[in-house]
């Protein structure tokens, strides 16, 4: 029997070693700074975030999944949480009554504005203050790579977003 593994070299190793690390720390880093600052995690924080960048602030539920980069029974479960606290709302889809839609409420927006600046200092703390424009680049292209694999049929919208188009929080008071 013949070993057929491509086994990884040194410097891939290396790279893998550290994007496993970075891949580990992070969502906890986001996390803390999110569960101290607003009570939320930074899944919450993605969903609601989703949905206030929606001009009508109301997505279905699958186009939803589709954004934060998680399955539909994920997302339900998160849906259920934030609900119960009054961040959204879920209502039959008036197009399709098989469907399901969220809408973010005012105290949801409220939350999100409290929350966006602590959440955007964490980012730039921990990873784009860290980057040259060159790395932050090459990380954008790295990333792509990487989910065009994961994500062949770009079922996430992380997976086409296109670099001069990423999305942008607009002003959530405004």
Partial sequence: MTDDTKWLST????????????????????????????????FEYVALMALADEPGRTLRMTELASRTNATL?????????????????RFPCPEDRRATNATITEAGLDLMAAAAPGHVGTVRANVLDALTPEQLEQLYVIAGAVLSKLDPDERLSATSCQYSEG??????AG
């Fill in 11 to 42: 410097e891939e190793s290396a790279a893998w070693v550290r994007l496993i690390a970075v891949a580990e720390l992070l969502p906890g880093a986001l996390d803390t700074q999110l569960l101290r600052d607003a009570g939320i995690t930074h």
């Fill in 73 to 89: 029974p994920r997302l339900s479960h998160v849906a259920r949480r934030l609900e119960e606290r009054g961040l959204i709302r």
């Fill in 167 to 172: 999305p942008v929080a607009r002003e959530l």
